[in-house]
Every structure is written in structure tokens, then in C-alpha cells.
Antibody
Framework: EVQLVQSGAEVKKPGESLKISCKAS????????IGWVRQMPGKGLEWMGI????????RYSPSFEGQVTISADKSISTAYLQWSSLKASDTAIYYC?????????????????WGQGTLVTVSS | QSVLTQPPSVSAAPGQKVTISCSGS????????VSWYQQLPGTAPKLLIY???KRPSGIPDRFSVSKSDTSATLAITGLQTGDEADYYC???????????FGGGTKLTVL
């Protein structure tokens, strides 16, 4: 069974750093992209970025470029999302998800499965 | 402001049909397949429809999609109270070189 298990909830102060994790199992971690999605309180899903663990190639949404860092350690099948200096506006649930690709009549890229989510609360 | 536009809410009675639209442009829906996700209250999103109208194992055929050039529509027939959830469309945007989601649609089964 393909599964993504995320690290637990975090409470941090503005200006602090943070790294949350997403451990994959049940598939070849190195050969599938894996991504991060933000959901702010009461709001919709926002596509943040993806990483290919095989060579650590990353793609970021313009909205998140420079704001977060996505990384992966293929030796332990784990992806990470990190901040160097948190802001109150980073308060959200963060989901990791495997990105699957298909190239038919048109390309398809979709997330499946999703992790359970990590709640990050940033408050002074 | 999301790149993909969805209605904020839709509603219908049990047993009825409802449709949820997702409008984009030539750089996203016009050149990539759309996927749909269901997010039940308090849970993580779940893949509902992918590629060319495919459903993951366990998703009933009450869920289907149709598409035109730059828009896609999710249809749910035989509505059940358990279908009450937020629904999101998503795809790749070739101009952004990144994925995008719609703003989400809250389905209420009256």
C-alpha cells in the first residue's frame, strides 16, 4: 500500500525556523515526484512545489519561490518542507502528496495519495 | 485569486445531480488534463478523477467529468449525504511551469 506519513503538529514563534517531513512507503520513492500543498485556515488548496528525489530537481510555484525550501533524502524515503524564518501568515495545514504523470493525448499530472497533513501554527 | 475558477458553493437534494465547473485558460486546462479532488470535513484531500475521466479504485461511477477547450465540469449523480465535501480541480500550468488548483467548491446535499 502506498502511504505518506507526515510529522506532527508544530507551534512556533515568528522568526523561528522549521522543517517538517513526509515519509513515503509502498513505492519507489526515487522515481516519482512528490509535492507540497498549503491550506490556510478555512481556505482552499495552494500548490507549493515538487521535488524529484532521484536527483533532487525542484519546481516551485512563483508564489512560494524563495519562501520555502523543498528537499528529499532518498536513503530514508523522506521529503521535507522547511522555512528559515516563519511568519504568522505561514499558519496552515501542509500536505505532502505523490505526483503522478501520464502523457497521453494531453499531459496529466495529479496528486495521489496524500499525507494526513501537518498543522503549523505560528504565533507570538 | 486562483488561476482556475470554481463556483464557491453548489447544492442539491439527495438523489439529484449536481455539476461543478472549473474554468481556466489555454496554458492550463487547454493543454493539460484536469484532476479532481474531494476533501471531506476535517480530512486530507483525496483523488477523485484523473487523466481522461479515470476514477481510482473505490470511487463510484456517479462521479464523472466532461471538458471543453479551457474548462472542465465535474458531475455527481445520485447525490448522497456522504458526498458533502469541498471539491477542487487541479492541473499543470505551462506558463507558470507549476501546478494550480481551483478555489474549491463546497457541496451541500440538502
Amino acid at each position: 500500500e502506498v502511504q505518506l506519513v507526515q510529522s506532527g503538529a508544530e507551534v512556533k514563534k515568528p522568526g523561528e525556523s522549521l522543517k517538517i517531513s513526509c515519509k513515503a512507503s509502498g513505492y519507489s520513492f526515487s522515481t516519482d515526484w512528490i509535492g507540497w500543498v498549503r491550506q490556510m485556515p478555512g481556505k482552499g488548496l495552494e500548490w507549493m512545489g515538487i521535488i524529484y528525489p532521484g536527483d533532487s530537481e525542484t519546481r516551485y510555484s512563483p508564489s512560494f519561490e524563495g519562501q520555502v525550501t523543498i528537499s528529499a533524502d532518498k536513503s530514508i524515503s523522506t521529503a521535507y518542507l522547511q522555512w528559515s524564518s516563519l511568519k504568522a501568515s505561514d499558519t496552515a495545514i501542509y500536505y505532502c502528496a505523490r505526483l503522478l504523470l501520464w502523457f497521453g493525448e494531453k499531459p496529466a499530472r495529479y496528486f495521489d495519495p496524500w499525507g494526513q497533513g501537518t498543522l503549523v501554527t505560528v504565533s507570538s | 485569486q486562483s488561476v482556475l475558477t470554481q463556483p464557491p458553493s453548489v447544492s442539491a437534494a439527495p438523489g439529484q445531480k449536481v455539476t461543478i465547473s472549473c474554468s481556466g485558460s489555454s496554458s492550463n486546462i487547454g493543454s493539460n488534463y484536469v484532476s479532481w479532488y474531494q476533501q471531506l470535513p476535517g480530512t486530507a484531500p483525496k483523488l477523485l478523477i484523473y487523466e481522461n475521466n479515470k476514477r481510482p479504485s473505490g470511487i463510484p461511477d456517479r462521479f464523472s467529468v466532461s471538458k471543453s477547450d479551457t474548462s472542465a465540469t465535474l458531475a455527481i449523480t445520485g447525490l448522497q449525504t456522504g458526498d458533502e465535501a469541498d471539491y477542487y480541480c487541479g492541473t499543470w500550468d505551462s506558463s507558470l511551469s507549476a501546478g494550480v488548483f481551483g478555489g474549491g467548491t463546497k457541496l451541500t446535499v440538502l
